[in-house]
């Protein structure tokens, strides 16, 4: 297989950083986007430091649509093409992002500018591109927020249904030409975002017990997921939100 150009939003931690390793492992060159340069530089120091030519690091801030635009930029300058987009980037919002009669209103409008205006902006931006060389696969990675609404997480909750829906919108209007688009729905993972929780015995158990499989999941979960849906045996896989959560949505 030709190596793949691909763009990995929220790159140096978490989920993306796991995403962005497997896919340099496997041969592809990433565009690793992240709101952190120290982030993305200690993950060139480190994590990647065996494929430095086959990573570019750009930081910027996903809802900010000229930060969005330049790296994209970045991407065809320097392979004339982008083959996957990853939009990883996310935020839970900060802890008066809880219910919707508490929640301030910037902090509402921040959770929603990085989880579904950083999403549209980088489909907005890599679009073109794709559909000028009739071929191209989206990832956005939503949650099982999706479909169950987590307690005292509006906002986060609002945000993830309407990344699932903009992923079945671009589904439906480029499946035409060439262009897949799904989202990957993660449950509880330990990631930073989740530590602080999953690192209280208590919060722990009361997570565990609602899991039918009983356990947390890994970042390297979510990468090999993330890597099947942007791979050609998922080639049929367009407009899907696939679930990945131990059996939490089942009960």
Not at 216 to 227: F, L, N, R, S
Request: hydrophobic share 50%; aromatic share 6%.
């Amino acid at each position: 297989m030709n190596q793949r150009i691909v763009v990995v939003t929220g790159a140096a931690s978490g989920n993306g950083l796991a995403i962005t390793s497997r896919l340099l492992a496997g041969g592809d060159f990433v565009i690793a986007f992240d709101l952190s340069a120290t982030a993305l530089a200690k993950c060139e120091a480190t994590e990647w430091a065996g494929w430095r030519d086959a990573v570019l690091t750009v930081a910027g801030d996903v809802s900010q649509e000229a930060a969005v635009l330049h790296m994209i930029d970045q991407a065809v300058k320097l392979h004339g093409r982008v083959d996957v987009l990853v939009n990883n980037a996310g935020i839970t919002g900060n802890p008066l992002a809880t219910d919707v009669h508490t929640t301030p209103v910037s902090e509402f409008d921040r959770v929603m500018a990085v989880n579904v205006r950083g999403v549209f902006l980088g489909c907005h931006a890599v679009l073109p591109h794709m559909l000028a060389r009739r071929a191209g696969v989206i990832l956005n990675i939503a949650s099982v927020a999706s479909f169950v609404a987590f307690p005292k997480r509006a906002a986060y909750t609002a945000s993830k249904g309407a990344v699932v829906q903009l992923t079945r919108s671009i589904a439906v209007d480029y499946a035409q030409e060439g262009i897949r688009c799904n989202a990957l729905c993660p449950g509880m993972i330990e990631t930073p975002m989740t530590q602080w929780r999953l690192d209280q015995p208590d919060l722990r158990a009361q997570v565990l017990a609602r899991i039918p499989q009983n356990e947390i999941g890994t970042t390297e979960d979510v990468a090999a997921t993330a890597e099947f849906l942007i791979g050609p045996h998922a080639r049929y896989m367009n407009g899907a939100a696939l679930v990945m959560d131990g059996g939490y949505t089942a009960v």
